[in-house]
Nanobody, 124 residues
Framework: QVQLVESGGKLVQAGGSLRLSCLDF????????MGWFRQAPGKEREFVAA????????IYADSVKGRFGVSRDDEKSTLYLQMNSLIPEDTALYYC?????????????????WGQGTQVTVSS
């Protein structure tokens, strides 16, 4: 059984930084691509970042490119999202997701397990 638990979200001022974590309590973390998505109030869920198995490839949404960094520690079964230069538009519930395959992808349909989310709020 896969269980993904996100943490690290909180209220932060614009320009600040946060690091989100996602712990996978399952047994197949190292064999899966992982991703981060977010959903702001009144908006659809959107892709943020993803990383392939073993971390060889990363992809980002244009809105976060150059500000966010995704990484993974397979020994700890943990996915990270380093968020820098935060802006109010980054305010959302952030979800981590486990991919069905090995390669990083933007498509939410390619992820079959999701966490409950961690709230990030950026004040202006």
């Amino acid at each position: 059984q896969v269980q993904l638990v996100e943490s690290g979200g909180k209220l932060v001022q614009a320009g600040g930084s946060l690091r989100l974590s996602c712990l996978d309590f399952g047994r197949t973390f190292s064999n899966s691509a992982m991703g981060w998505f977010r959903q702001a109030p009144g908006k659809e869920r959107e892709f943020v970042a993803a990383i392939s198995w073993r971390g060889g490839m990363t992809i980002y949404a244009d809105s976060v490119k150059g500000r966010f960094g995704v990484s993974r520690d397979d020994e700890k079964s943990t996915l990270y999202l380093q968020m820098n230069s935060l802006i109010p538009e980054d305010t959302a519930l952030y979800y981590c997701a486990k991919g069905q395959g090995l390669m990083a992808t933007r498509a939410s349909r390619e992820y079959n397990y999701w966490g409950q989310g961690t709230q990030v709020t950026v004040s202006s």
